[in-house]
């Protein structure tokens, strides 16, 4: 018989809320283990005696059998043998040096679907059912030790029947802490716009599905916040929304019961609907087939549709009883974070929703839906969220002290580094109103009380009008500024650490410069803390400044005004505002990628007033079909020695009337394209390239950015695109970290 042996594991990573003990007590069971586990702040120490071949078996097992949801990190040390009479599983501690994972907010699981629909179980057909492997997280932990007194859940006292499975280590609900059922867990309530009273229960679901049935519109409160639901099949409904939403272009997402669902409506590959079905549930933006049944009103001027799957068990019984797909837009108020409190939905809501759906357990914080789109081969994040978020990396480096990162302006999220680790919040939005910089305050403030690091440091924008920027300098930390577009470079760096001499095109709409103009069309060389501009666009100035970006127009008028030519189109009758422009009043200069395909799409008429960020572009986009030919943009030097690509040689067929839309669209995305990878060879000439870059919000067009991909592959250099943080501003504060970072460990 062997010699008794003893060791002690300390498992970090994401480990908490996601069933790791009752694992951790089955494997010593299997094994015949005696010892202990015990959550510790933010990781798990096991002690188990056995014979050195059980606890071999065990130690493989602990990383390799791991529950689906876990991110399990193992470190083993031998250890005295105690006598131990069992296995136990320790109650949580909170005295030990914190190591916290923040676990997000998860699918329902299969297991607990099978119970949501099956007539015999208890929980048939409630709306809150969850387990270790499946539920909120994230939008309901208070703070750590995740334990059910530290989340929105702790008014809700267990019945004999939940606590048993609560106790149970044997049971998929031991120790979930949102577990509940009908008899003591949160409750649905339901009431019509401006009704003194509603109904609950069952009768609550009923009548929020009648609304939806009547083609009216349900504010419904989901995981991390409310959506707006309507009959994704109705015209009328879909108006409707959009009406009362002031709404009236962005495209709405949809939600379908299941995948042969979406698949009617869709282009869909094996690859795209693994992805979609996976546990992250995301929106993901995919091609509309020509016969899709459902109205154009959905995603007006363009040719794809984001489309999800149910991810919640309330959305499963809203789908399956009201048989059909619907909208499922976030309820807010434009670019603010989704709402999600029921009073303050109520108000806030009263103009566009004719009914809510409520429920009794508590949003500590907002989570929206993360979304993705396939390009060049790979699902990108466009939006971080529900499912995905916290976003949890490790940096290249080790930082001396906590830094503190407050992002964008818009699509604003923060970041929180310390040692070698970085987290990115959630989407919070674009920081022009009270509740956006509400929830962005509460967000900072969450993120270090939950992880339990105080920054020594801000990092922020160096534009100091940014919402952002203003609260950094007004916090009383030491503030580190940092370049947007050397930002958006260093994003892109620090998903790939080892690429060595980068070339980053960072493409966006605007963004403050070092010499004081609106960058946006750049390629920066070199890595972070040491970024160089090479090479950019042939500038121009915006007349109107940053009401070019909402009026495509301006900017169509800037491109023609810089040639000399007239633009017919122009609503500048008085000639004043070409007046002011000439004498360089309000009209900064700019060498924007983006606004140039904001002038391109006013040129051929499809958007000359936008209603939502990038909407020129996005239809402009939609309108290639086919291929064409390049037209070669004359590349050269300016005063600073930095390679400017002109844009002038594109304004004949961008104007020519007799063009088609789709045949000047086509054409200017092969123009770009191809002078980015001249830019690329004109740098190459003459310094070290080792890696090619794609970063900024222009590189969410799928058209371009694949032509591009294209183009450099034949260089033989590697392309890098991002893949875990967005391209565009949502993923400026993780930039910051990195930029900021290289710079202080220099």
Known sequence: MSSPAAADFIVSGRVQGVGFRPFVYRLAQRFELTGWVQNRQGWVEIHAEGTAPQLERFARALQDEAPPLAQPSVRRQPAEPLGAADFAIRSSVQD?????????????????????????????????????????????????????????MKTFALCPDCRAEYENPLDRRFHAEPVACPRCGPQLFYRDAGAPAGCAGEQALAAAVATLRAGRIVAVKGVGGYHLLCDARSAAAVARLRQRKARPDKPFAVMFANLEAVGHVVELDKAEADFLASPLRPILLLRLRQQADLPPGLAPGLNELGVMLPYSPLHHLLLADFAGPLVATSANISGEPVLTAAAEAEIRLAAVADGFLHHDRGIVRPADDPVYRWIAGVPRPLRLGRGNAPLELDLPFTLHEPLLAVGAHNKNTVALAWGRRVVVSPHIGDLGSQRAQQVFEQVLDDLQQLYQVRPGRVVCDAHPAYASSRWAHASGLAVSTVWHHHAHASALAGEYPDSGNWLVFTWDGVGLGPDGTLWGGEALYGRPGRWQRQASLRPFRLPGGEAAGRQPWRSAAALAWECDSRWPEVPDASGMLRQAWQQGLNAPLSSAAGRLFDAAAAFAGLVRETTYEGQGPMQLEAACSGAAKATPLPLARDTEGVWRSDWAPLLPLLQDPAASIAARAEMLHASLAQALVDQLQAVRAERPVDCVGLSGGVFQNRRLTELVVQLLQQTGLPVRLARQVPANDAGISFGQIIEAGAILHE
């Open 96 to 152: 030990a040096a914190a190591d916290i994972h923040l676990p997000p907010d998860y699918f329902a699981c299969p297991d607990c679907l099978a119970e949501l629909f099956d007539p015999h179980n208890r929980r048939y057909r409630y709306p809150f059912i969850n387990c270790t492997q499946c539920g909120p997280r994230y939008t309901l932990i208070e703070r750590l030790p995740y334990d059910r007194a530290a989340t929105s």
